[in-house]
């Protein structure tokens, strides 16, 4: 009977832990921007079957995604630099359009507010 008690008492104990981790990634997405979803949107859409790299790419052998595949995260990334108060005019006039540049710029941009997420939900614990 014991024995029974401790592993049903364990068994709570796990899934209220899941439970909880659960409700802890279900608020971080929830409380991402639309910027913030249509970025992630657009680097998913990297796996489709039509954006995948093609033959040729593939040959290069580099790490540098192709123009064709930049092109792809581009809207998504001016509109989350966008999203921070920055004008059209200052993006170009500190990227030069250079793609790669924006979509650095732009991930730079996530990855401070997916830490300021992570920083108020822990302040909220």
Not at 22 to 39: L, R
Not at 59 to 88: F, N, Q, Y
Request: with cysteine; charged share 30%; hydrophobic share 35%.
């Amino acid at each position: 009977m014991k024995k029974y008690f401790l592993q049903t008492a364990f068994t709570v104990l796990v899934l209220i832990s899941c439970s909880n981790e659960n409700s802890a990634v279900h608020t971080v997405e929830s409380m991402k921007t639309p910027q913030m979803e249509n970025f992630d949107k657009a680097f998913k859409s990297l796996g489709d079957p039509q954006n995948r790299p093609t033959e040729e790419e593939r040959k290069r052998s580099t790490s540098e995604l192709s123009d064709r595949r930049k092109a792809l995260l581009v809207p998504a990334s001016k509109e989350m630099i966008l999203s921070t108060g920055v004008t059209e005019a200052e993006l170009m006039r500190k990227t030069g359009g250079d793609m790669s540049q924006i979509i650095v710029w732009a991930t730079q941009i996530y990855m401070q507010k997916s830490d300021d997420i992570r920083k108020n939900l822990k302040s909220e614990k």
